[in-house]
Nanobody, 118 residues
Framework: QVQLVESGGGLVQPGGSLRLSCAAS????????MAWYRQAPGKQRELVAH???????GYADSVKGRFTISRDNAKNTVYLQMNGLKPEDTAIYYC????????????WGQGTQVTVSS
């Protein structure tokens, strides 16, 4: 199972942008799906966006039109471009992977903190 390391978080003002990166220790070419989750203080972890090996994507309603997930198989990296950030986007963002359609999501990493505040 590949190890995933998130990066790119930080403090940004409302309306700003950030790009998160999820670097895998091995090839992601054949991984069925990869996703970004987030967990805000006092709330459950929620799925933000996912992307399949075929390039299909899905988004939570709260981020549609603002966030874009992409994958670069050559760099074994998945990205989350976040535009139009809002204070309610403040959370720890986690990357995860499902090897096949029959597998569960893997173990959670440390995530990367995103704080949207003026």
């Amino acid at each position: 199972q590949v190890q995933l390391v998130e990066s790119g978080g930080g403090l940004v003002q409302p309306g700003g942008s950030l790009r998160l990166s999820c670097a895998a220790s091995g090839s992601i070419f054949s991984i069925y799906a990869m996703a970004w989750y987030r967990q805000a203080p006092g709330k459950q972890r929620e799925l933000v966006a996912h992307i399949t090996s075929g390039g299909s994507t899905g988004y939570a309603d709260s981020v549609k039109g603002r966030f874009t997930i992409s994958r670069d198989n050559a760099k074994n990296t998945v990205y989350l471009q976040m535009n139009g950030l809002k204070p309610e986007d403040t959370a720890i963002y986690y990357c995860n992977a499902r090897a096949t359609a029959f597998d569960s999501w893997g173990p959670w990493g440390q995530g990367t903190q995103v704080t949207v505040s003026s």
